[in-house]
């Protein structure tokens, strides 16, 4: 090799090596940038996780109304599943009554407990099946300013590992009334104990806050 090509080959040599360097650094910048673009993304969802749950309350007043032409407070255990679940999780049982399956004693018995100051949410158990003395879901359903259809898809995909198909026959279901989250559920212990534990108990701090929200408009 010529002096001139052993020092043509050694400038192409430093220069190769200079060039490989020089991308390496902006390799090494550019996983710098994507660390600093990931840490945003994740402060961005902590604010927005935080700003999301803003006006959870701390603790709810409950109200449980049976529906039942056979139970009494004494002999209620769907009820007391279900004043079990709030009060273990540290919430308060304001109210609790039986009424019969009437459609205008049922609608106007949950009325009158949502309207109550004491009452954050409202929890029936019983008369969401499909004789015809279940008129649960016609009553209160007709009350509701907001319907929240998610609770009786989550509450029957729950329900499916028990029931299986019969599934298809409960039709329990939420809304809102006049700021106040009302849950329909199924009057056995089982399914009492399920939604209010599963569902309603963690989720009703959370909606509460929701629905009682002052209008950002006003």
Known sequence: MTDHDHSSAESHSDESHAHDDHSHGESHDHGHSHGESHDHDSHDHDDHAHAHHAHDVNS?????????TSRTLDDDPAGDAIAAAFESADHAVAARDVVADDFDSLRSTVDRLADRDDVDVVVTTG????TPDDVTIEAVSGLFGKELPGFGELFRRRSEAEIGTRVVGTRATAGVVEGVPVFCLPGSENAARLGSEELIVPEAPHLTGLATRPDEKE
């Open 60 to 68: 709810v007043s409950a109200a449980i109304l049976t529906v039942s």
């Open 127 to 130: 008369g969401t099946g499909v």
